[in-house]
């Protein structure tokens, strides 16, 4: 996705041979329409599939999430990381090792919003390890959906998340896949 | 706003006098077509002013913010709860009590998205105590911007943040506002 790559071009910071930070954009401050041309885009790869939910986690996931989810007409479901007094269902729940907070969280989603009749493709701002990715994979799991794909906004392809998955049969659409940040540039695959 | 009420009567749930549970199109599963004309209605009334910028918290503000960012062609700030490793930059910080995770967040915006020259809007899903507001409030302020008033969702108007706030001076527009949940019932104003 061009407009994508450019804006990561422009505005990404290479903090080191692993790390891209794209606050100015994706997940602290957010360009709304980037991420309305991110739905769409996700929404035109997977335009074969049928897809009844859309699932994410917060905080970064939600807004190319909802704009995918607003053009399929399907409502999104964003996992949490933290329980809230008001989250009193029963949950699934899973455990997601984050390398960029150097900690590990239980997600959660309430049974109520998955279930086996669902056909769901997963959000995320960022592949690399899969650590979330397989998280919300393992919730999808549980409540016995069929899992359509994935749609990452930027996969950093030199680690080894999206590779794994993908040889376990997972579809996944990464919209900018980064080959290196070596050196403080940022070069894409293809 | 009539849509948003109709969806609140049927689907909230009514846990206490005090604790109304919106997690089906809200704050846990998201109904994408609600989130944007939520948007729009906020973009709507106000039409008069004209605003740079739109802040709001994570998670549950992120959506309705979005789609107002989008209206405006204006960036999103969404402050954050915790600090990320790759959110090294200096911050404008405040502390908020959060009722219904019963703790205090620090919340964080970088420095950098926020200055003197931005007119804000300030976004969130629900208002009760207004400890969430008041932060964002600080925080803004800290940044020395102006602030042309606030945008919510749900406010639970029989609760004091709203009003306290607006004998302050502050605009707050609330696309529902609830006077009461007693008997398991929600009663609007007006």
């Known amino acids: 996705m061009k407009l994508l790559k450019d804006k990561i071009q422009q505005e990404g910071k290479v903090l080191s041979d692993v790390v891209l930070k794209v606050d100015s954009f994706l997940n602290h401050q957010i360009d709304p329409m980037l991420m309305q041309e991110v739905g769409e885009e996700l929404a035109n790869r997977y335009s074969d599939e049928i897809i009844t939910k859309v699932l994410t986690i917060e905080s970064s996931g939600i807004a190319p999430a909802t ?9 999104v479901v964003f996992a949490r990381k933290r329980k809230s007094l008001t989250l009193t269902d029963n949950l699934y729940s899973a455990k997601v090792h984050s390398f960029t907070k150097n900690e ?15 056909r769901i493709i997963i959000i995320d701002d960022f592949l690399a390890n ?11 799991q549980q409540a016995g959906a069929h899992i359509v794909g994935a749609g990452i906004v930027i996969e950093k392809g030199f680690q080894k998340g999206g590779e794994q998955l993908r040889q376990q049969g997972l579809r996944i ?8 940040l070596a050196n403080g540039k940022v070069e894409f695959f293809d």
């Open 67 to 75: 704009f995918l989810g607003l053009v399929l007409g399907a409502p």
């Open 173 to 180: 659409e990464s919209l900018a896949n980064i080959k290196s």
């Open 104 to 118: 590990v969280n239980e997600i959660s989603v309430s049974q109520n919003f998955l279930s086996a009749d669902d």
């Open 130 to 140: 899969g650590e979330a990715l397989k998280g919300l994979l393992d919730i999808a």
